[in-house]
């Protein structure tokens, strides 16, 4: 069983930053990837980015490169997401997942644990 805790999110305005934060804590750790989702208002949940601990790569959607960074630390069970230059569009609420199986990084389905999200507001 993993435990995973987001926290972070907020009102910013249009341009602004925010830095996301997921500690996950249980005998599994934090499996062999963890990765962001977003459900916006109306929304099916997408995924925002991921990072896979054993290959040490980073994945993102299109509509985040270059403006998200994800990033971690394997023995501490965490991960972090810094959001720059965030957009009204990039409103949300942001979940943590850990993947402790095999599966499409990009993929809800893919996730074993969730996190309770935090929501993220953004203001034009």
């Known amino acids: 069983q993993v435990q995973l805790v987001e926290s972070g999110g907020g009102l910013v305005q249009a341009g602004d930053s925010l830095r996301l934060s997921c500690a996950a804590a249980g005998r599994s750790g934090s499996g062999n990837a963890m990765a962001w989702f977003r459900q916006g208002p109306g929304k099916e949940r997408e995924f925002v980015a991921g990072?896979?601990?054993?290959?040490?790569?980073?994945y993102y959607a299109e509509s985040v490169k270059d403006r998200f960074t994800i990033s971690g630390d394997n023995s501490k069970n965490a991960v972090f997401l810094q959001m720059n230059s965030l957009k009204s569009e990039d409103t949300a609420v942001y979940y943590c997942?850990?993947?402790?199986?095999?599966?499409?990084?990009?993929?809800?389905?893919?996730?074993?644990?969730w996190g309770q999200g935090t929501q993220v507001t953004v203001s034009s």
């Open positions: 997942a850990a993947r402790v199986g095999l599966g499409d990084m990009k993929s809800p389905s893919a996730f074993t644990y």
């Open positions: 990072i896979s601990w054993f290959v040490g790569n980073s």
